[in-house]
């Protein structure tokens, strides 16, 4: 198994430090390299955030949710889509599994969200275009405090025939 997908684990609570622009870059491949379903690519829109009082606007208005990343993707999808929430989940992980690699912590935040649609003026400010909702973000950055990730192999039933 790729050592990113086993070495990923959520991060609440992360180093001030920006990301550099490869680090970035390389997210943003991992976000563009995402499946959609049936090929409906404009049902989601993705907003990398890392303006500094953006991010604060956006903590403020999460409850705290976005943990004080120095980065945050936000997936927006289509309110009426039948794909749109499936494929933010699937592109968060691409993200999440890409920041893994580089050694970087994130997490899968879906309460923040919720909370980030009660500001129409903030999603306006940050271009979330008209009909679509925030799905998911995913904050990502140097973990605060570096642990091992857990051991999962075990996590789900799993029935093998």
């Known amino acids: 198994m790729e050592k990113a997908i086993a070495n990923r684990y959520a991060v609440r609570s992360y180093a001030p430090d920006k990301l550099d622009s ?3 870059e390389d997210l943003i491949a991992a976000f563009q390299a995402s499946p959609c379903g049936m090929g409906q690519a404009d049902v989601m829109q993705g907003i990398v ?3 500094d009082s953006l991010l604060d606007q956006i903590e403020s208005a999460v409850n ?5 990343a120095p ?3 936000i997936l927006a999808t ?7 929430e499936r494929d933010a989940s699937v592109a968060a992980e691409n993200i999440m599994v890409e ?3 580089h050694g970087l912590g994130s997490v899968y935040v879906m309460g923040g969200a919720i909370s980030l649609n009660q500001h129409p003026d903030l999603l306006q400010k940050l ?3 008209d009909g679509f909702q925030v799905t998911t973000i995913v904050p990502v950055g140097k973990a605060a405090n570096q642990s091992a990730a857990p051991d ?6 799993l029935i093998r025939k």
């Open 22 to 24: 490869g680090q970035v």
């Open 71 to 73: 980065l945050l993707f």
């Open 49 to 51: 955030v890392e303006d």
């Open 152 to 157: 999962r192999s075990h996590r789900y039933q």
């Open 127 to 129: 271009g979330v275009k």
């Open 99 to 101: 920041a893994a690699a």
């Open 64 to 68: 705290g949710a976005g943990y004080n």
């Open 78 to 84: 289509k309110k009426d889509s039948n794909f749109g």
